[in-house]
């Protein structure tokens, strides 16, 4: 039952989310993926060390079509639905997180979109 309720909450966001265009604000993101991801990911020009085969957000946003879709649900996609927590979401298990947990709003999964959408390549 909570599983099933949790999909069903991570549904209605996305759907929100990605009604229209990312509606994430690009410095707030930058700001946000600086603090949250670059532990694992090399995110633009903000750090130049990541973990092993870790993507790139300019890797993922220049070669994947569905990129948008994938940051604004990263959350439920491996390895993160582990240690990443969003307010108001319940979280996707019940296993407590092997790292501090990364606790971020939906507002700034939308704001890091928003940013790794500017990393695209023209
Ligand atoms: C503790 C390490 C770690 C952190 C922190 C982390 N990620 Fe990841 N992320 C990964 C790994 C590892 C993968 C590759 C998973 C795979 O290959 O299946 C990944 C993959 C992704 C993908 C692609 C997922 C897919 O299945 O298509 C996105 C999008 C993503 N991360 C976004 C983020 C964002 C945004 C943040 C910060 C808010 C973040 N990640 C923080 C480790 C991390």
């Given at each position: 039952m909570r599983r099933w309720l949790s999909t069903a909450f991570v549904l209605a966001a996305w759907t929100a989310a990605?009604?229209?265009?990312?509606a994430g604000d690009v410095t707030a993101g930058r700001e946000a993926?600086?603090?949250?991801?670059?532990?694992?990911h090399i995110v633009g020009d903000l750090n130049t060390m990541s973990i092993g085969s870790t993507p790139s957000f300019q890797y993922m946003v220049n070669n994947?079509?569905?990129?948008?879709?994938?940051?604004?649900?990263?959350?439920?996609?491996?390895?993160?639905?582990a240690f990443v927590r969003i307010e108001g979401i319940p979280p996707?298990?019940?296993?407590p997180s092997?790292?501090?947990p990364i606790e971020m709003t939906l507002q700034q999964v939308e704001d890091v979109a928003?940013?790794?959408a500017t990393l695209r390549e023209q």
């Amino acid at each position: 039952m909570r599983r099933w309720l949790s999909t069903a909450f991570v549904l209605a966001a996305w759907t929100a989310a990605t009604n229209g265009a990312v509606a994430g604000d690009v410095t707030a993101g930058r700001e946000a993926a600086r603090q949250h991801c670059t532990r694992c990911h090399i995110v633009g020009d903000l750090n130049t060390m990541s973990i092993g085969s870790t993507p790139s957000f300019q890797y993922m946003v220049n070669n994947l079509d569905d990129h948008e879709a994938r940051f604004l649900t990263f959350y439920t996609l491996r390895p993160h639905p582990a240690f990443v927590r969003i307010e108001g979401i319940p979280p996707l298990n019940d296993i407590p997180s092997p790292i501090a947990p990364i606790e971020m709003t939906l507002q700034q999964v939308e704001d890091v979109a928003a940013f790794a959408a500017t990393l695209r390549e023209q």
